[in-house]
């Protein structure tokens, strides 16, 4: 089956640094996504990793070890407008289906 | 504007009624997908169509069909509605391999009273 996992939600500062993690068990693996969705709106590309290893981009980074199932989006210098929710998602190998975890609602506070 | 477009934006409707929901693809993409998000739910994958053929199916009920045309736009049409479809119903569409997943549409919030 498919599964990932992430937290439900997480709270940080403004100008703080936050790391939303994600753990995911699928059958053939083809590249993770992260993706951001204001309440209400559609969700948005973020970042993609398919090797291990780090991917920066501006003030956020994802992180991918596909040997432990694990990825993390890191968020820097965090500002009010980051208030969202962050979907991890693994595309299956061999199609273009994208399975989303649950999300996880960031709020960020003054 | 994503290139994705999806009509209408909100529709409101009876329980046993049927209501189609329309994508537009951005230009060039061959793939839809539809997906279902309930209030503080994920994304659930409902169907693909790649090209006009149906590829890959999720969680999609028996009520719920979809088709996508010659000119690539897709309808999901959605029958025998019960109030627990009400939800938001987002289409996307992708270029085979991307390196940016899907682009997603709008969506289409659906209310079932």
């Known amino acids: 089956g498919q599964n990932i996992d992430q937290p439900t939600e997480m709270t940080a500062t403004e100008g703080a640094i936050v790391q939303i993690n994600c753990t995911y068990q699928t059958s053939g693996f083809n590249g993770l996504f992260w993706y951001q969705q204001h309440a209400g709106e559609a969700p948005t590309f973020l970042s993609y990793?398919?090797?291990?290893g780090l991917e920066e981009k501006g003030r956020f980074s994802s992180f991918l070890s596909r040997s432990k199932g694990y990825s993390y989006l890191l968020l820097k210098e965090l500002q009010m407008k980051d208030s969202a929710s962050y979907l991890c998602?693994?595309?299956?190998?061999?199609?273009?289906?994208?399975?989303f975890g649950t999300g996880t609602r960031l709020q960020v506070f003054p | 504007d994503s290139g994705v477009t999806q009509t209408p934006k909100h529709l409101i409707t009876a329980t046993g009624q049927r209501v189609t929901l329309r994508c537009s693809p951005r230009?060039?993409?061959?793939?839809v997908y539809w997906y279902q998000q309930s209030l503080d739910q994920g994304l659930q994958f409902l169907i693909q169509?790649?090209?006009?053929?149906?590829?890959a199916k999720g969680n999609i009920l028996e009520r719920f069909s979809a088709q996508q045309f010659p000119d690539l736009h897709s309808e999901l049409n959605l029958s025998s509605l019960e109030l627990g479809d009400s939800a938001l119903y987002f289409c996307a569409s992708s270029t085979d391999g991307a390196n940016y997943g899907y682009t997603f549409g709008s969506g289409t919030r659906l209310t079932v009273v």
């Open positions: 998602a693994v595309r299956i190998y061999n199609t273009d289906k994208l399975i």
């Open positions: 990793n398919v090797l291990d």
């Open positions: 230009s060039g993409d061959l793939s």
């Open positions: 169509y790649y090209n006009g053929e149906e590829r």
